[in-house]
């Protein structure tokens, strides 16, 4: 079973720069799997950061930046600022129609 | 602007079925796809499955094939979601989101809706 594997949980002191990725269980992750990134706030919908790999929706800062460094893909946040404290989730398309969501990734900024 | 606001909380009892709308607004409903993801309480975002609201054509999760039918309603860009055999596990927020065709990739998303199954 394909497992989307993200850091439970991180932290970042505001104003500096976080990098949080996103894997599979089983394989590296390519831009052939076309990962977008979400922010979560509780009891909020999904806010869409991020698409293919590095296209920023309309509306979002370019503090935040979208990769693949090495075998994954990863979600970079520069300067971070108290509001980007939030749950990120990283989907991936598996091919056929499906996509897998990641586990999420709580951000702490302090 | 891009606008999904679904139908409000429900609760219902262990072995009933569940529907939940999405109203479209603010695009062309028939050229993209609407996808249906669920929440359970701390867990991770789940896809159920999605329809292409042009064809009608669905695509669901193997966890969902047989017990969550997909649906649409060109004439009001709205997308349902029915569940049937309601069990506590199913106790979650329910999501729409648009799908950007043709692999339906997911962008813009509804608010969410309460499902709360209890005896």
């Known amino acids: 079973q394909t497992v989307v594997t993200q850091e439970p949980s991180f932290s970042v002191s505001p104003g500096g720069t976080v990098t949080l990725t996103c894997g599979l269980n089983s394989g590296s992750v390519s831009t052939t799997y076309y990962p977008s990134w979400f922010q979560q706030t509780p009891g909020q919908a999904p806010r869409p950061l991020i698409y293919?790999?590095?296209t920023r929706f309309s509306g979002v800062p370019d503090r935040f930046s979208g990769s693949i460094l090495g075998n994954k893909a990863a979600l970079t946040i520069t300067g971070a600022q108290a509001d980007d404290e939030s749950d990120y989730y990283c989907v991936l398309y598996m091919g056929s129609g499906i996509w897998v969501f990641g586990g999420g990734t709580k951000l702490t900024v302090l | 602007q891009v606008q999904l606001v679904q139908s409000g909380a429900e609760v219902k009892k262990p072995g009933a079925s569940v529907k939940v709308s999405c109203k479209a607004s603010g695009y062309t409903f028939t050229n993209y796809a609407v996808h249906w993801v669920r929440q359970a309480p701390g867990q991770r975002l789940e896809c159920m499955g999605w329809i292409n609201a042009g064809n009608g054509n669905t695509k669901y999760s193997q966890k969902f094939q047989g017990r969550v039918t997909i649906t649409r309603d060109t004439s009001a860009s709205t997308a349902y979601m029915e569940m049937s055999s309601l069990t506590s596990e199913d106790t979650a927020v329910y999501f729409c989101?648009?799908?950007?065709?043709?692999?339906?990739?997911?962008?813009?998303w509804g608010q969410g809706t309460l499902v709360t199954v209890s005896s």
């Open positions: 989101a648009r799908g950007v065709l043709p692999a339906a990739r997911p962008d813009y």
């Open positions: 293919s790999t590095n």
